[in-house]
């Protein structure tokens, strides 16, 4: 069946490095793309989102870019921080409709 | 303004139990959710209510069951839990157009032996 995937599952960057999450989709459909992060023990949280009519969208420090042609999503955080350091989430709105569904989450880690 | 609250934080429960996750938002929000998170897995849908008095079934629905009790509270029931449901439990709500950002809640750990 159709899915939200990642590349990878773990990701260390240097503090003040651009770090680059990558999540590929197989559900054409689906119009309606959001990141999300979690820290440990808490719920997700709402970064950046983007609609299939647009191909980038940029919010503060973070870019989402959308590449409809392969299926492709990917997260920029610039001049990472520690504070970045979580689990990274891309979800898709499934059916068009109040399903969203997400990847298995990518962990950043942000080495000082 | 507290967002979306859970309880309990923590629950274990021997095969067989049952028990209720409570769920509240303050947010006014319509839509409603219910998720469970496992070791490297993405969030999954159990159910979701679109609005009150309106529940529909996710990606995972089975062993589980949902009453909007209002606007406000989502509660997720375990009628007979079982080892295979122990999970991270989330709840979300979101604004009332049909795709949006959700707000979610700080989870529910919940062991079954």
Request: aromatic fraction near 10%; hydrophobic fraction near 30%; charge should be neutral.
């Amino acid at each position: 069946g159709e899915s939200v995937g990642l590349h990878l599952p773990t990701l260390s960057v240097q503090e003040g490095d651009n770090s680059i999450i990558n999540c590929a989709y197989s559900n054409s459909a689906s119009d309606y793309f959001i990141w999300y992060k979690q820290e440990s023990g808490k719920g997700p949280q709402f970064i950046i989102d983007i609609r299939s009519n647009m191909d980038k969208r940029q919010g503060q420090r973070v870019t989402v870019l959308l590449n409809k042609t392969v299926k492709h999503l990917s997260l920029q955080i610039a001049a990472t921080q520690p504070g970045d350091s979580a689990v990274y989430f891309c979800a898709e709105n499934y059916n068009n409709n109040n399903d969203m569904r997400f990847g298995a989450g990518t962990r950043l880690t942000v080495k000082p | 303004n507290a967002g979306v609250t859970q309880t309990p934080k923590f629950q274990v429960l021997k095969t067989g139990q049952s028990m209720t996750l409570q769920c509240a938002q303050d947010m006014n929000h319509n839509s409603m959710y219910w998720y469970r998170q496992d070791p490297g897995m993405g969030l999954r849908l159990i159910y979701y209510s679109a609005s009150e008095g309106t529940t529909d079934k996710g990606e995972v629905p089975n062993g589980y069951n949902v009453s909007r009790l209002n606007k406000r509270e989502f509660s997720l029931r375990l009628e007979s839990a079982a080892p295979s449901q122990t999970s991270v439990y989330f709840c979300a709500s979101s604004e009332p157009s049909y795709i949006d950002t959700q707000y979610f809640g700080p989870g529910t750990r919940l062991t079954v032996l």
